[in-house]
């Protein structure tokens, strides 16, 4: 579905029941079971910004300014945990 194009989110589905807080969990099991590589991801993740119910204003600073700097310490962790 992401990779024709259709508007996909992640979102938590019962925390309160499965123990966990946020989407991490929600991430890690939709990357195992639809094998998602790094873009897909990233995707995903700005898709949950575009699609949110914020405020458009609040959507442009998520996007331009938290976005990026989250991301490129995902990154950062990801090459310094993994690199050989």
Not at 47 to 66: A, D, P, R, W
Request: a negative charge.
């Amino acid at each position: 579905m992401l990779n024709k194009g259709l508007a996909v989110t992640i979102n938590s589905d019962d925390p309160g029941f499965f123990g966990y807080e946020g989407v991490t969990m929600d991430y890690v099991m939709s990357t195992i079971a639809w094998e998602l590589d790094i873009r897909d991801l990233k995707k995903l993740s700005l898709n949950g910004i575009t699609y949110s119910s914020c405020s458009e204003e609040k959507k442009k600073h998520l996007k331009e300014v938290v976005f990026p700097q989250k991301w490129k310490e995902f990154i950062t962790y990801l090459i310094e945990k993994y690199q050989s």
